[in-house]
C-alpha cells in the first residue's frame, strides 16, 4: 500500500509506526505539517492536506493521535482514515468529523472507546499499543543504577481554579468526587456521578458569575479536570512516601518551584529524550513506576508498553486491561493503594532474583504479543487493506 503518514505534531511513536510500515512492505510518504489551533477547522492545512492526499494518489492516511481536521480531508477525498491514539481521553470538545465512514479511528483505552460507543460514534475501535522491542534492544543502559524511578510529568489541573469559581454546594460535591476517586482504582467512578443534570447547575452558576464566559464547561473537561488532579495529587504522594524509603528519582519537565520542597529527599533530573534517554532509564531501573493518569479508565498507556519492551520491572496502579493481557505478580505488578504501591516497591527491591524473574516474563509478553507489526495489520484488516 502506498500510505500518506501525516505529522501534525511531535509524536512518541511516529518513528516507531513508519520504521515497522515500512518493514511490513509498504511506501509510507511521510508529510510534516503544523499543529492546528483548532483541531476541527483551519483552510490552510485543509488546503494542503487536500492537495497532498490527491498528488500521492495515497491508499490511506495515517496518523498518531485523532485529528478531526484530517478526518474531513479524508471524508471529502474519499480516501481511509487510520489514526492510532497514544493519547487517552482525546483533546477533543465534540464529536464532530468523527463519524465518517471513512473513518477508522484506534484507541488503546476500551472504556473511552465504549463512552464514544454509547454517544453513537461507531467508527471507533479498540486497540492496544505496542512495544518497538527490536528499537529498544539497540540502546545500551547508561551504566547508572536507580533503586526506583518515574519517568513523567506531575500534571496540573485546572481543578483548583474551577473550585474557587463554585459555591459550597458544588465544590463539595467535586471534593467528595476527588476523595471517593482516590479510594478506588481500575474504575472512573467520576464518568457515573458527572450527571447531566450537575453540569447544567453548574454552567448556570459559572455563568452568573462571569456573564462573559463564552462556553460551558463540558462534562468531558470536568473529568479530566478531576482526573488530572488526582494524578497530581497521586503522584506528589508516592514520591514523598517512596522518598523517605529508598532511593526514589524523578525524570520530568516543568515541576514548580513551590513543589520542589515538597520533593526534598527525591533526586530530580531533566527531561529526557524518548528515543535514547527514556529506555535507559527504563534498563537502568530496578523498579519503574507507573501511577497512570486517573482519566485513562482501563487501557495500558505507552509508558508500561516501552517499559516491558525495554526489560523493564513494571510497579503499575491497577488498570483492567494490565491486568487482563498481563500476569499480575508473574509480568507485572499492580498496586491499589499508597500503602500496597510502598510495600510491594520495598519487597521486589529486597528480591532481585523475583523482581529480573516478572521483568523477564513481561518483556517476553510483549515481545511476541504487542509488537507494531501485529497491531498495525489488525488496523488494516479493520479497514479492510490490504
Not at 467508527?123 to 547508572?144: C, M
Not at 536507580?146 to 459555591?167: A, C, I
Not at 462573559?212 to 488526582?230: P, T, W
Not at 520491572?313 to 491499589?336: I, M
Request: charged share 25%; proline share 4%; aromatic share 12%.
Amino acid at each position: 500500500m502506498k500510505i500518506l503518514f501525516v505529522n501534525l505534531f511531535v509524536s512518541y511513536n511516529s518513528n516507531s509506526v513508519i520504521r515497522n510500515l515500512k518493514n511490513m512492505g509498504h511506501e509510507v510518504i511521510e508529510k510534516t505539517y503544523y499543529t492546528p489551533e483548532d483541531n476541527y477547522k483551519d483552510d490552510r492545512l485543509y488546503d494542503m492536506l487536500k492537495k497532498d492526499v490527491t498528488d500521492t494518489k495515497c491508499t490511506c492516511v495515517f496518523t498518531t493521535n485523532i485529528w478531526p481536521l484530517v478526518a474531513r480531508v479524508c471524508h471529502d477525498q474519499r480516501v481511509p482514515y487510520l489514526a492510532w491514539s497514544y493519547d487517552s481521553p482525546q483533546n477533543l470538545p465534540t464529536n464532530q468529523d468523527l463519524d465518517y465512514d471513512t473513518n477508522f479511528l484506534f484507541i488503546f483505552d476500551r472504556a473511552e472507546v465504549e463512552l464514544y460507543h454509547k454517544e453513537g460514534i461507531e467508527q471507533v475501535y479498540h486497540l492496544p499499543l505496542a512495544a518497538d522491542v527490536d528499537r529498544w534492544n539497540k540502546i545500551k543502559p547508561s551504566g547508572k543504577s536507580y533503586d526506583v524511578s518515574l519517568l513523567g510529568t506531575l500534571y496540573e489541573s485546572t481543578l483548583p481554579m474551577l473550585l474557587s469559581g463554585m459555591d459550597e454546594y458544588y465544590s463539595g460535591y467535586v471534593s467528595g468526587l476527588v476523595e471517593a476517586q482516590k479510594k478506588v482504582y481500575g474504575y472512573f467512578l467520576v464518568d457515573d456521578l458527572l450527571t447531566d443534570e450537575f453540569m447544567e447547575g453548574l454552567n448556570k452558576l459559572f455563568r452568573e458569575k462571569n456573564p462573559k464566559m463564552e462556553e460551558d464547561v463540558s462534562k468531558r473537561q470536568m473529568a479530566y479536570s478531576i482526573g488530572s488532579y488526582l494524578t497530581y495529587i497521586e503522584r506528589l504522594s508516592l514520591l514523598r512516601l517512596l522518598g523517605s524509603r529508598c532511593d526514589m528519582h524523578l525524570f520530568s519537565s516543568k515541576i514548580k518551584e513551590e513543589t520542589k520542597p515538597l520533593l526534598k529527599d527525591i533526586t530530580i533530573h531533566d527531561w529526557v529524550s524518548y528515543d535514547t534517554g527514556m529506555p535507559q532509564v527504563f534498563k537502568d531501573s530496578k523498579i519503574n513506576l507507573n501511577p497512570s493518569l486517573r482519566i485513562i479508565r482501563s487501557g495500558i498507556s505507552l509508558r508500561c508498553m516501552d517499559i516491558l519492551g525495554c526489560g523493564g520491572f513494571l510497579l503499575s496502579s491497577y488498570q483492567p486491561e494490565l491486568a487482563e493481557y498481563f500476569v499480575p505478580d508473574e509480568e507485572v505488578v499492580l498496586y491499589d493503594s499508597m500503602g500496597d504501591a510502598v510495600a510491594k516497591t520495598m519487597f521486589y527491591l529486597e528480591h532481585d532474583d523475583i523482581r529480573q524473574a516478572i521483568a523477564h516474563n513481561g518483556y517476553e509478553k510483549v515481545k511476541s504479543e504487542f509488537t507494531y507489526q501485529k497491531q498495525l495489520q489488525t488496523m488494516f484488516d479493520t479497514a479492510g487493506l490490504q
